[in-house]
């Protein structure tokens, strides 16, 4: 009687690549949505640093609406890559005790005048991967600061 011997590697033959189907999809999607978040909040805190950038400049003496807008756009441009019309900036101001109402103009705002700036970015310009999820959502970046 001749024994043959079986090679137990054989009766599994396939089994990994079968497993690797199964998992490599949801493994890449996590990845995905980790990169993807993360970008998120990278872009969020450099929307953020923007409309602080544009409330500094805002607080000057002498500094008009115009100027911060260029400011914040630039900024927008260099740091994330957005478009400059893709960007919109609003500026408030709000009077201080006892000062008239400047209408959101800079260059006629006083001093302890509240200056806001309010940077908003749609999330289908900065992200990675277009999701439905997100469309229509908005990036705000928010800075007050009184006028000197």
Known sequence: MIRTRRNKGNCRRGASVVEMALVLPVFMMIVMGIIEFGRGMMVGQLVTNSARHGARLAA???STNN???DAVEQFLIDSVGVAPGDATI???????AGNPDPLDNLSVALPKDLVTVIVDVPYDKVGYVAGEWLAGKNLRGRCTMRHE
């Open 60 to 62: 000057v003496d002498g």
């Open 67 to 69: 100027d911060v807008e």
């Open 90 to 96: 609003t500026i408030e101001v709000e009077p201080g």
